[in-house]
C-alpha cells in the first residue's frame, strides 16, 4: 500500500498578524493518524479530550510548550518515552496531535514542531516523578502569564 | 390621546390576528418542543466516531462467532451475545471510554484494521460466548496493548460485563 505524503506546513503568528515565522514540517496524515490510534487514543480517547485522570490534549498540551521543561515533558512522558514508536514516528505524531488537538493552548497559535533528534535526546531522559513533574511546569507556566 | 393608543393598539391586533392563527403557534411551539426532545434521541456514534469517510470492511462472518474477524485479540464475553453488539454495549451497561487498542486481519477484504476492545461496565459478567483469542495481546508491562487488565476504567462502576470491538480505522502499511 503506497501511503499517502502529505506536507504540512505551520505558519507562525499568522493569524495574529505578528512577524511570519514558517515552519514547514513533513507529516504523513494517514500513519500519524493510525499511530495515534493505536499508541495515544485508548487513554486520551479519539478526539483527545482524556478522560478523569487521564489528562486531556484538548486544548492543553500547547501550554506545554510554554517552557523548554514542558516542551520536554510531551515527550519524556511514559506513555511516549517508552512507546515502541521510532524517534521519527514519535515526533511525527506528537506534532500531529498538536496540529489537531491543541487548538487555543498552542502559544500565539503556532509552535516549532518537533524533530526525530529532539525526541531521541529528549526521550533517553524518562520521567520518574511524573505528576509532579507536571504540577510543577504547569506552576511554572502560570506564573508566565500575565 | 386614550383613542390614539385605541386605534394604534386595535391596527396592530388585527394585523397580528389576520396574519396568525391560534393554531399557527401551538403548531410552532409543539414543533420546537418535539424537535428539541427528540435531539437526544438521534443514534450517536461514540467510540467509533474517528472514521469519517473511512472505507467500509467487507463483512463476513456472524459476530456471535470467537472466529468472527475482529475479535482477533479478544479476551471475555461477546456483548453480541449479552443484547448488545460488537459496537454497543447491553442495556444497563456503560461503555468504557478507556481500552486497548490493536489491528485485526479481515481476510474478507485482505485488510488490517484498526480495533477498539472498549468493555462494557456495570452489571455482573454476562457469562455467554466466553472467547480468548490473544492475537496481538501484550504482558501487562505493555499495558496500553494488554487485554489482562479490568479496562473498566473510567466507567460509574469497575464491574466487567462484556467486551466490544469497535472499527476505529483501517491500519496504515507502508
Not at chain 1, 484538548?58 to 523548554?68: A, Q, Y
Not at chain 2, 457469562?127 to 505493555?142: F, K, W
Request: charged letters at 20%; hydrophobic letters at 35%.
Amino acid at each position: 500500500m503506497t501511503p499517502v505524503s502529505s506536507l504540512a506546513s505551520v505558519v507562525a503568528a499568522g493569524l495574529l498578524g505578528l512577524s511570519p515565522v514558517v515552519w514547514s514540517i513533513d507529516i504523513n496524515d494517514a500513519r500519524a493518524r493510525y499511530n495515534y490510534q493505536m499508541f495515544c487514543q485508548g487513554c486520551h480517547t479519539p478526539d483527545g479530550s482524556g478522560y478523569g485522570d487521564i489528562p486531556p490534549l484538548k486544548n492543553m498540551m500547547g501550554l506545554f510548550l510554554r517552557s523548554e521543561a514542558g516542551r520536554g515533558f510531551l515527550v519524556r512522558v511514559p506513555g511516549s518515552a517508552t512507546s515502541k514508536l521510532s524517534h521519527a514516528d514519535l515526533a511525527e505524531v506528537l506534532n500531529w496531535t498538536l496540529e489537531n488537538f491543541a487548538g487555543s493552548s498552542l502559544p500565539q497559535g503556532s509552535y516549532q514542531p518537533y524533530s526525530a533528534q529532539e525526541v531521541a535526546e529528549l526521550r533517553a531522559q524518562p520521567l520518574q516523578e511524573i505528576q509532579r513533574t507536571r504540577a510543577g511546569i504547569l506552576a511554572e507556566i502560570a506564573a508566565q502569564t500575565p | 390621546m386614550m383613542s390614539f393608543f385605541d386605534r394604534l393598539f386595535e391596527r396592530s391586533a388585527r394585523s397580528v390576528a389576520q396574519s396568525s392563527s391560534r393554531r399557527g403557534l401551538l403548531k410552532k411551539l409543539g414543533g420546537t418542543l418535539v424537535g428539541a426532545a427528540a435531539v437526544p434521541l438521534l443514534p450517536v456514534a461514540r467510540a467509533d466516531n474517528h472514521g469519517g469517510g473511512m472505507a467500509k470492511p467487507v463483512e463476513q462472518g456472524s459476530d456471535t462467532d470467537c472466529d468472527y474477524w475482529r475479535y482477533c485479540a479478544i479476551d471475555g464475553f461477546l456483548c453480541s451475545c449479552c443484547g448488545g453488539s460488537a459496537n454497543t454495549c447491553p442495556p444497563g451497561t456503560e461503555m468504557s471510554p478507556v481500552t486497548w487498542i490493536g489491528t485485526c486481519h479481515n481476510p474478507s477484504d485482505g485488510r488490517n484494521y484498526v480495533i477498539s476492545y472498549n468493555d462494557c461496565c456495570g452489571k455482573s459478567t454476562c457469562g455467554a460466548c466466553l472467547c480468548q483469542r490473544d492475537e496481538g495481546d501484550r504482558p501487562p508491562y505493555r499495558p496500553d496493548k494488554t487485554n489482562d487488565i479490568n479496562w473498566c476504567l473510567g466507567t460509574a462502576s469497575a464491574a466487567y460485563h462484556c467486551s466490544t470491538a469497535v472499527l476505529v480505522g483501517v491500519a496504515f502499511e507502508e
